[in-house]
């Protein structure tokens, strides 16, 4: 059984990802994980942690001389900006007079709300130093782990931008086939057409002079995938269900 869980806060000392379940000998490429984790970084619209941090994994864990051991596998992302946060983020109880950068107003569309209402807490920062997409780093980790698996079996994952708010790509963009979605993979832009991708840009630039949100379309795909994966007997055990 393959389990995949994460650890840490947006500004704690790190970001650990524990991966359970992947089988002894399996080489591990820490240079292809440090690639996905630099992708997280790139493309329009970015925030300013962005500039701050540069992921690079360090694998506690599971794996010997390069081989994993069949045990979990632990790794840690060091989170740069901690150092900028050691009072507020401290493990230990500091002083009073000490800044805590305690938050009180709750932020529309975040976990804030719910958060501090389920635990009844009255600084939002124990909510939304965890709910923060700085945690999507560790997931792209442990994904980058997942991929290197499956490309044992000849298969591999990739995806594009299809849609950013209003602006779509062209038609011909929406059927492409999995080794044209393949090759971007190393694209700036995440997109296959590159017309759209300039105005999904400016729209972008726009959202964010506006301090507005927007949704978008992203295709994945995965190729090939042998048939018999998941199961019908069960609604825990079909595929669909599983991916969701």
């Not at 635990?119 to 939002?124: G, K, N």
């Not at 963009?173 to 694209?187: G, H, K, P, V």
């Not at 825990?236 to 269900?241: A, I, K, M, Q, S």
């Amino acid at each position: 059984m393959f389990r995949f869980f994460t650890a840490g806060e947006s500004h704690g000392k790190c970001l650990i990802g524990v991966l359970e379940g992947f089988p002894h000998g399996m080489a591990v490429d820490i240079d292809f994980i440090n690639r996905q984790l630099q992708r997280r970084q790139m493309g329009p619209g970015r925030g300013q942690r962005m500039k701050i941090e540069s992921d690079r994994i360090e694998i506690l864990a599971g794996v010997r001389q390069g081989i994993t051991i069949g045990s979990p596998i632990a790794f840690a992302l060091h989170n740069l900006d901690y150092d900028q946060w050691k009072i507020p983020m401290s493990v230990s109880r500091v002083s009073e007079q000490e800044d805590i950068r305690a938050v009180s107003r709750p932020r529309p569309g975040h976990a804030d709300l719910a958060g501090a209402l389920k635990y009844q807490t009255h600084d939002i920062r124990d909510i939304l130093e965890r709910a923060s997409a700085r945690e999507t780093a560790a997931r792209v980790a442990g994904g980058a782990f997942c991929r290197l698996f499956l490309a044992h079996f000849g298969i591999k994952v990739g995806s594009h931008v299809e849609a950013i708010g209003n602006e779509h790509v062209a038609a011909r963009y929406r059927a492409m086939d999995c080794q044209e979605i393949f090759q971007l993979n190393e694209s700036s832009s995440f997109c296959a057409d590159p017309a759209a991708a300039k105005r999904m840009i400016r729209l972008i630039e726009n959202a964010k002079r506006t301090g507005e949100t927007l949704g978008g379309i992203v295709e994945v795909v995965a190729s090939p995938v042998p048939p018999g994966l998941g199961s019908h007997v069960q609604w825990d055990r079909r595929l669909d269900g599983q991916i969701a």
